[in-house]
């Protein structure tokens, strides 16, 4: 596994990890929330308020674990002859695919090579 792919999985993993806390700090906070009101107890605004802490890790975790590729494509970038889907230092590479990751490669990845 190259270094990219390696540090797309980690910030996947980071994602899931932190929506999941988001989510668990959501469903702590609003069961505890029904039970105040199920008793007739009520905070007001305050214990309301606290169900929105968890907003930033369901966004931000959220986000990385779907669309966070552009980390990886920004900290580890594909340079001409680079496979863009690994980096993978494709140079003399006239089949058209990968021999890391085995993904195709663009037509003009090909003619890039024959320069």
């Known amino acids: 596994m190259r270094h990219k792919a390696l540090f797309k999985f980690v910030v996947k993993v980071c994602g899931l ?6 989510l668990s ?14 008793r007739r107890e009520t ?3 305050y214990q309301i308020r606290s169900l929105f ?10 986000y990385l674990c779907f669309w966070g590729n552009w980390i990886a494509d920004k ?3 594909a340079g ?3 496979c863009p889907a690994c980096g993978y230092q494709a140079r003399g590479n006239i089949s ?4 890391e990751c085995g ?13």
Request: with cysteine; proline share 9%; glycine share 8%.
């Open 17 to 22: 990890v932190m929506a999941l806390i988001g």
């Open 25 to 38: 700090i959501f469903s702590v906070q609003a069961i505890d929330l029904l039970s105040d009101l199920m």
């Open 43 to 45: 905070y007001g605004y």
């Open 53 to 62: 802490y968890c907003v930033p890790y369901i966004g931000v975790g959220t």
């Open 75 to 77: 900290a580890f970038p």
């Open 80 to 82: 001409p002859k680079c």
């Open 96 to 99: 058209g695919v990968c021999s």
């Open 103 to 115: 993904s195709v490669l663009p037509p003009e990845f090909k003619e890039a090579n024959h320069e």
